[in-house]
């Protein structure tokens, strides 16, 4: 797997990771709130909902950085096919979740290039 392919795994990652711990434990400032919304409001009935998609989130960074990890200690089988699966994985949520809601296209790009990019940079 290329160099450029485990940059932007890690970058994903990272975003990930980022995004995860935000609506975990910082969701209830405002500032927050828009960056991932557009919105200020709060909906206490979806904490949980929330908190479900934060250690998604997180989960899948983490899976990534593992993937780069085994690439690195000469388990190259391993990190190709986390990395390959869940760059796909992303690709698929990120496409499902622009097609749903539409305001939100940043949100779906930030979620979906990154591994866009690892696995053509895979391809090819």
């Known amino acids: 797997m290329n160099l450029v392919s485990q940059v932007f795994a890690l ?3 990272v975003t990930h990771i980022v995004v995860g711990t935000l609506e975990r ?3 209830d400032r405002p500032a927050v709130r828009v960056f991932l919304t557009t919105s ?3 909906a206490t009935e979806v904490t949980l909902w929330r908190s479900g998609v934060a250690v998604y989130n997180i989960l899948l960074g ?3 950085v593992a993937g780069v990890v085994a ?4 388990d190259t089988t391993v990190g190709r096919t986390l990395i390959g699966y869940l760059c796909a ?3 698929a949520s990120a496409v499902l979740f622009a097609v749903s809601f539409p305001k939100l ?3 779906a790009l930030g979620q979906g290039l990154a591994p866009a ?3 053509a940079a895979t391809l090819f």
């Open 71 to 74: 690439l690195h200690t000469d």
């Open 25 to 27: 434990f910082f969701y």
């Open 105 to 107: 296209w940043r949100g």
């Open 62 to 64: 983490l899976g990534l």
């Open 40 to 42: 200020e409001a709060d």
């Open 89 to 91: 994985f992303l690709i």
């Open 11 to 13: 970058l994903a990652a």
């Open 117 to 119: 990019v690892a696995l």
